[in-house]
């Protein structure tokens, strides 16, 4: 019989999903579930899909469609990506593109491609739980990215010691889990600190095109070209993905760097799965082209209005001393409760008095610190489930 004691020293830092399991939850009847972060399957384009399918499984493209395939990804694919990263500022080439099985992917491969045991990672306080899953396996240290506060590089180095700071990690638009949004100013902070640091820049643009309010920011990698004039030059890594937008089943994503950074990727790739699935490729490059720009406004529009509700929900059932974030977009609502209110015990007594699931913020923090808040998701109500699920769970706040 095989013991634990064979098992990498790595194995011991990595640790179930909360978001995962609570998932299974959605299977459990009369649930108003605020847990995953997951697009509403009922606004899938599903007939563009069944198109794309079919069209792959024709005569002239099946074997393309079933066959292995190079690591970069599917040519057509990129040049759309390419094009699409264009209009959001950032000049690149399909050899600046990667696809990957999903953005989750991305982040695997960066912390392999940049993480030696004991280097410093910096993340926001709290962040997105996959990315400390994903970094977690190479054995960093954590350290709170604090981009409008006071402290320089030379502090960050200090606390680094010997090791090396390796990259600053975030989601700057809508982030995972607060909701928040980075504004010009600290993006232009964080290219400095980074600088100062000749560390790289991890930007995840999960959420990046769901804004329902205000004038978008520039992402952090078109700061960075404006300055450098070559994305050749550039130390920051933007990770895309269609999970959040078109469908996450299909485990579509992309990375766009340097090209230095993209070769090493591919290496990866090539070890890892040779490539991601063809056929889901090129089902994504067709219902991308046939409707990624009208289909964009109408998610800008439902999920708007449903994150609306949530927060007057808010306003109108929950007691004195939570707070929450208002956020401009993307899929979250992030919830301070008063000091001595710890989320996940929250969750149990909702969970068997009201039925309402969400995510304690215990888990978002590399730390265990956090135990006061819970991250709401709105995406995958409706406005009366919303409703009903926030008066739940003031009703068990206050009592």
Not at 27 to 37: E, H, L, R, V, Y
Not at 105 to 121: C, E, I, R, V
Not at 247 to 260: C, E, F, H, I, M
Request: with cysteine; net charge negative.
């Amino acid at each position: 019989m095989l013991t634990k004691d064979l098992f990498a020293t790595r194995m011991s830092r990595m640790k179930a999903s909360e978001i995962r399991e609570l998932l299974k939850l959605l299977d459990q009847p009369g649930i108003i579930s605020f847990a995953g972060g997951i697009p509403d399957p009922a606004l899938f384009p599903t007939e563009a899909f069944a198109d794309a399918f079919q069209n792959a499984l024709g005569t002239e493209k099946q074997a393309q469609a079933l066959q292995y395939s190079v690591s970069e990804g599917y040519a057509p694919l990129r040049e759309w990506l390419a094009d699409h990263m264009r209009h959001i500022g950032i000049e690149c080439g399909l050899d600046n593109i990667l696809i990957t099985s999903g953005s989750q992917q991305a982040l695997d491969y960066l912390g392999k491609l940049y993480l030696s045991p004991g280097d410093t990672a910096l993340v926001g306080w709290p962040t997105y739980l996959g990315a400390l899953a994903a970094f977690n396996a190479y054995e960093p240290r954590f350290d709170k990215l604090s981009i409008n506060g006071n402290r320089g590089a030379a502090e960050y180095a200090a606390a680094a010691g010997e090791s090396l700071v390796k990259f600053a990690y975030l989601s700057p638009d809508f982030a995972n889990p607060t909701g928040e949004t980075v504004d010009l100013r600290g993006r232009e902070a964080l290219l400095d600190l980074a600088e100062d640091l000749n560390c790289a820049v991890i930007e995840d643009g999960a959420y990046q095109a769901l804004r329902y309010e205000g004038e978008p920011i520039p992402p952090v990698l078109a700061l960075e070209l404006a300055r450098k004039g070559s994305i050749e030059d550039c130390r920051t890594i933007y990770c895309g993905s269609f999970s959040k937008t078109l469908s996450p089943g299909l485990r579509v994503g992309w990375v766009v760097a340097a090209k230095q950074v993209i070769s090493q990727l591919v290496l990866m790739k090539q070890a890892a799965d040779l490539h991601s699935a063809t056929i889901n490729q090129m089902a994504i490059n067709d219902v991308a082209r046939a409707c990624f720009d009208t289909h964009i406004p109408m998610l800008r529009r439902v999920y708007g209005a449903r994150r609306d509700a949530m927060l007057d929900a808010l306003v109108e059932h929950m007691p004195k001393g939570v707070e929450w974030t208002k956020p401009e977009g993307g899929m979250f609502v992030w919830v301070t409760l008063p000091k001595g209110i710890v989320g996940s015990d929250l969750l149990a007594r909702a969970l068997d008095t009201v039925k309402v699931a969400f995510v304690p913020g215990q888990a978002f923090f590399p730390d265990g610190s956090g135990a006061n808040t819970i991250r709401l998701s709105f995406s995958n109500s409706d406005e009366a489930t919303i409703q009903e699920g926030v008066r739940r769970l003031g009703e068990v706040l206050r009592a």
